[in-house]
């Protein structure tokens, strides 16, 4: 998934990076004195399963009801259509507290754990997993007082496949359910032949055109959650109010801008393994600039002891957030990356003179990243903790944060490529990010390129901006989370043709045949495949930049109690969360 809106896919969180010359950081992480430790390894987030669970969920020891909990955050938010939403921040807030799917998360010592939702357990599959039948729980309703029914599922399935209207959204449904790659979607194609799903009274059935394993992990996206046909005819008019059946509903939301819930009274604990209904309500703002966050969560005054916040804190303020004791870090399966357009800067000697020219260090400081906790250097482009990958290389052989202006320009004149345009979007409202921005433009610039930064006015018009492959940007950045802790997750979103996340455009049939190739392979052979391929493109084409992994320190005020890293995510465990009265 995509990591915290676009902002972070240049911005303070993020992905903008620069670099100048220099080396890696000399902030030890384990230094860190907070509630979550150290940065970690974090691509094997979410593999713990228990499929037995039962509802309701195990009461937390001295939680206390009511009080409102405010959210503050400079990311924005996209849409919040189930369907589409499918960056971080979107995804977490709409699962833990909004909507509800066939899984879901829970966190339970120190780690999330992939357990049942409105399916009584995790599935269960045909022999070659290109079959999951699910029983869809009973007494689950909506905000209306209406029941769940199996066929809601079916209309949510048929709404995750419309690429047309939702194209931000995964794909996962149409590249491994039945005719993914004909039908067209709820909206696109209401009258095409759909295969993917079926009902028998409460039972679930999910066709797949080839295996697909990691259903469950699938089953835990918002994409995945029942919508009633009829209810969501207008698709625009619904991602303002999608119907809930979680803990909480929408009251009002002014998207991309602030965003309140209210407790949903028809949802049923009895229902639900996992979440919990302590607090009022949500009451959240995302166009707050990080500085104030910072400041004041740090000061504790008033409303700011019932404040959280789940953008990174600053590297300017870390030291005071951390004296609070109140600051939660820890690690998310993130990988940034800066990506030239495939077909534009087709020469790989200059795509790898741009990772040379890439100014790692003084990109993440002028962001305002904590070196060494919340940025790290990275190489292969998936993460550390990802089962298969137990081998790390470096195709520069500059760790992963070392910038050589000097040989990226004789690269480029090598190749004949002095002067390569680079023209990339920045967010003009974020000041951590102009900072960024101004880092990345003189680094270029010392290694010979020629650097055109474009202003996007905010974050939302930086991520249309972005997703719009008719304009003329030669570099697009962006953050890429794992669905799941699997190289299938990682390496078929990112490196295929259509992807809405392959930002680079990067197409080679010769990779495509291999994914094809990988996904039908036992389940013990794929891991080490996915990693041997990881290596293999960056080796033979050098699509993209790695600016480094990611990893989180959020901060929350004194009456916040229990919120912890959802690693899966690396957002906080909003279902868990309840405020000391």
Not at 293 to 312: E, K, M, P, V, W
């Amino acid at each position: 998934m995509q990591w915290t809106k676009p902002i972070s896919v240049v911005g303070a969180s993020l992905l903008l990076s620069l670099a100048a010359c220099g080396g890696g950081s000399d902030t030890d992480p384990s230094d860190s004195a907070s509630e979550g430790g150290g940065f970690t390894e974090g691509g094997n987030a979410g593999a713990g399963q228990n499929p037995d669970l039962q509802a309701p969920a195990v009461p937390i020891e001295g939680a206390t009801e009511g009080g409102t909990v405010s959210v503050l955050s400079f990311s924005g938010l996209t849409t919040m259509d189930p369907a589409e939403a499918y960056y971080t921040n979107t995804a977490a807030i709409l699962s833990d507290l909004n909507v509800r799917s066939l899984t879901q998360y829970r966190f339970v010592e120190g780690e999330q754990e992939l357990v049942p939702d409105i399916a009584t357990d995790l599935g269960t599959p045909n022999e070659d997993y290109t079959q999951w039948e699910y029983t869809i729980r009973p007494g689950v309703r909506y905000e209306d007082g209406a029941e769940v029914t199996c066929e809601d599922f079916i209309y949510g399935i048929k709404r995750s496949m419309d690429r047309k209207q939702f194209p931000g959204g995964a794909s996962y449904s149409n590249d491994y359910f039945l005719g993914g790659d004909t039908y067209g979607g709820a909206y696109t194609d209401p009258k095409g032949k759909f295969e993917a799903a079926t009902c028998d009274g409460d039972t679930l059935t999910i066709n797949m055109a080839k295996p697909f394993p990691d259903m469950p992990y699938w089953g835990a996206f918002p994409a995945i959650s029942p919508v009633p046909e009829g209810k969501a005819d207008d698709p625009a008019e619904y991602a303002l109010h999608p119907l809930a059946t979680g803990p909480y509903m929408f009251d009002a939301y002014k998207p991309g801008k602030t965003l309140t819930m209210v407790q949903n009274p028809e949802w049923d604990p009895e229902t639900d393994p996992a979440r919990h209904q302590y607090v009022d309500g949500y009451d959240m703002d995302f166009d707050t600039q990080s500085k104030i966050i910072d400041q004041t969560i740090i000061s504790d005054n008033g409303d700011a002891q019932t404040t959280l916040t789940y953008d990174n804190v600053l590297q300017s303020d870390r030291q005071a957030a951390e004296d609070t004791g109140r600051l939660v870090v820890g690690s998310q399966p993130c990988t940034f990356l800066a990506w030239p357009d495939y077909k534009e800067i087709s020469d790989i000697e200059v795509r790898k003179a741009l990772g040379y020219a890439w100014p790692y260090v003084d990109a993440w400081v002028a962001a305002g990243e904590i070196v060494g906790l919340t940025r790290v250097p990275g190489t292969n482009f998936i993460p550390p903790g990802t089962p298969g990958r137990d081998e790390e290389y470096d195709i520069l052989g500059n760790g992963g944060d070392e910038t050589d202006t000097a040989k990226a320009k004789q690269m480029l004149t090598d190749a004949d490529a002095l002067g390569t345009e680079i023209k990339f979007l920045y967010i003009a409202d974020d000041p951590n990010n102009v900072a960024a921005k101004d880092q990345i433009v003189r680094s270029l610039e010392e290694a010979g390129f020629k650097a055109s930064p474009v202003a996007a006015a905010d974050a939302v018009e930086y991520a249309e901006l972005r997703s719009d492959f008719t304009n003329d940007l030669t570099l697009r950045t962006g953050g890429w989370c794992s669905d799941w802790p699997s190289g299938a997750s990682w390496i078929p979103p990112l490196f295929t043709k259509g992807s809405g996340v392959n930002y680079g455009q990067f197409v080679e049939p010769a990779v495509e045949k291999e994914i094809k190739r990988i996904q039908l392979l036992p389940l013990e052979e794929q891991p080490a495949a996915w990693s041997a391929l990881d290596k293999e493109i960056s080796e033979k084409y050098y699509p993209a930049v790695n600016t480094g992994y990611g990893g989180v320190a959020m901060l929350h005020g004194s009456k916040v109690m229990n919120m912890e890293n959802n690693n899966v995510f690396g957002m906080p465990t909003f279902k868990d969360i309840w405020l000391q009265q």
